[in-house]
């Protein structure tokens, strides 16, 4: 079991930065794929950035160039920099832990990019 818990959501202005962090409980941290989901009320949820246990990342095309994931496997935890924040970045983020067909998920954290 997997548990993980996400920080670092709130308001932010547009233009502006924020950091996410999920920590993750349990063992073998490294060995899971890691990744960043949101929502927007009424949408479905979307993949934000994916990082393996190695490092490789992958990112929606929205967020190229804006966002940074990275994770630290001594601390396990994974962050979300998201800098450049537009409006329509606004939505609840989810942590994601993948293992082969094992899924794990956060509770989520609110972002809303509004001045």
């Known amino acids: 079991q997997v548990q993980l818990v996400e920080s670092g959501g709130g308001l932010v202005q547009p233009g502006g930065s924020l950091r996410l962090s999920c920590a993750a409980s349990g063992t073998r941290f490294s060995i899971y794929g890691m990744g960043w989901y949101r929502q927007a009320p009424g949408k479905q949820r979307e993949l934000v950035a994916t990082?393996?246990?190695?490092?490789?990342?992958n990112y929606a095309d929205s967020v190229k160039g804006r966002f940074t994931i990275s994770r630290d496997n001594a601390k396990n935890t994974v962050y979300l920099q998201m800098n450049s924040l537009k409006p329509e970045d606004s939505a609840v983020y989810y942590c994601n832990a993948k293992y082969f067909d094992i899924d794990y998920w956060g509770k989520g954290s609110l972002v809303t990019v509004s001045s």
């Open positions: 990082i393996t246990g190695g490092g490789d990342t």
